[in-house]
């Protein structure tokens, strides 16, 4: 054995028999350690419950316009069936690849974040032939003439639509969105070109942008305008270019150069910030204290910011929120004005009854804090609320009646 005799390895004699019995041994405990979450795994119960997690709802259309059937999906907000609301509506292209990225960052913005509107998100396959729906001008053309003729209107006609609608591509996506905003500005309140394809209609958006500029045409919207770091962005450069020196009358617009994204790596980030940005001062207010609250507006200054929105609802957590800093100041009416104001702005909700029962116990005005608390409970079943709901309603109607004798 000359490499163990090199390096110096001095070698043990054991009985074999000794090696064979600590083999065994070894095996009994391995066993003994495996077995209980061998038994415990596999007698665990797995249930399929035939319920799969619906991200959008998949439709055909057939489409005059493009004289044949077209695929697009609609992503609704939470609860959207039970609130009554109106919501912006965004659409995009490319659906086959963008609608779950999309709806999964509208979803977290709204849900999580609380930065923009909950929307509608609609997305329209083009997978058929996409070069003919974003880059040719004549066929996008009539693709566009499809979602401004006949998607849009049968989506406001359908759905509960607040009347803002925005459009965001990448790559042919992005030019798609470019050539929306210069041929039919008044379609969509902003437009999100992400990583636009320019050069692929070689230039011919660089040479509307200044057309328009010349005929001093007016386009009274937003622009989000991005690029990563590629090879290829020779007409982004050139558009940004011209519209610096030739700027459109009304257009707001912001140009933003990624170094460290790629071509399609890109969207999913700019999507995520640029809709922050456009609705940025949409999120909640957020107020320290009574004196804070007054600073900016009070009531009339919240209802005034909350006009210029779309929807334009002042949240229930906001208001419950005001309504305690004003108990907690012991200025009643001012608590109890805030509470009703809530019942006012989300009449299906059973949640601003609750609250308002709460302020009224807390100012021991227990009848009204009983008729809030039956109001609450009738408004749940009235709208046919999630059970879970309803039972919390009835429990707290009983535990009331309970504490008054």
């Given amino acids: 054995m000359p490499f163990i005799k090199k390096h110096g390895i001095q070698m043990i004699n054991i009985k074999k028999s000794n090696i064979i019995k600590n083999i065994k041994t070894a095996v009994i405990l391995i ?22 997690l619906v991200i959008a709802k998949k439709y055909n259309f057939q489409s005059k316009r493009l004289g044949e059937d077209r695929t697009f999906y609609v992503h609704l907000p939470d609860n959207y069936p039970l609130s009554g609301k109106t919501y912006p509506v965004l659409y995009i292209p490319d659906a086959q690849n963008k609608m779950q990225k999309t709806a999964a960052i509208t979803d977290d913005l709204t849900t999580f974040g609380k930065r923009i509107p909950a929307m509608i998100v609609v997305g329209i396959e083009t997978n058929k032939n996409r070069k003919a729906d974003l880059s040719t001008f004549d066929s996008s053309i009539t693709f566009l003439n499809f979602i401004t003729q006949e998607l849009k209107p049968y989506i406001n006609e359908h759905y509960q639509t607040s009347g803002e609608n925005l459009l965001m591509g990448s790559s042919m996506g992005g030019e798609f969105v470019l050539r929306a905003l210069l041929e039919q500005p008044n379609q969509f309140n902003g437009y999100f070109a992400i990583s ?18 010349n005929k001093k045409q007016v386009i009274n919207k937003k622009l989000y305008l991005s690029v990563a770091n590629e090879g ?18 009304g257009l707001e617009w912001q140009f933003d150069k990624l170094e460290h994204e790629s071509h399609g790596s890109i969207s999913f980030r700019k999507s995520y910030t640029d809709l922050q940005d456009y609705y940025q001062g949409w999120a909640a207010p957020h107020f320290k204290n009574i004196q804070d609250f007054e600073t900016q507006g009070a009531i009339e200054g919240l209802l005034r910011l909350y006009a210029k929105r779309s929807p334009s609802v002042i949240p229930v957590s906001l208001l419950d929120h005001i309504a305690i800093l004003y108990l907690d100041e012991q200025q009643a009416d001012n608590a109890i004005e805030l509470s009703l104001l809530a019942v006012k702005e989300h009449p299906t909700s059973g949640r601003v009854w609750r609250n308002l029962a ?38 707290a109607l009983t535990e009331f009646k309970a504490k008054q004798g």
């Fill in 358 to 395: 709460f302020i009224y116990e807390k100012l021991s005005m227990q009848n009204e804090a009983l008729a809030a608390l039956e109001q609450a409970l009738s408004t749940a079943i009235l709208n046919k609320h999630r059970a879970r709901s309803i039972a919390s309603h009835k429990k």
């Fill in 31 to 52: 066993t003994l350690s495996i077995s209980p979450l061998t038994v415990f795994a596999n007698s665990a119960v797995v249930t399929d419950l035939n319920e799969p």
């Fill in 196 to 213: 636009p394809s320019v050069y692929y209609s070689d230039f011919t958006l660089v040479d509307k942008a200044i057309q328009i500029s």
């Fill in 232 to 249: 290829w962005n020779q007409g982004v450069d050139m558009l940004v270019y011209h519209l610096k020196k030739h700027p459109i009358q």
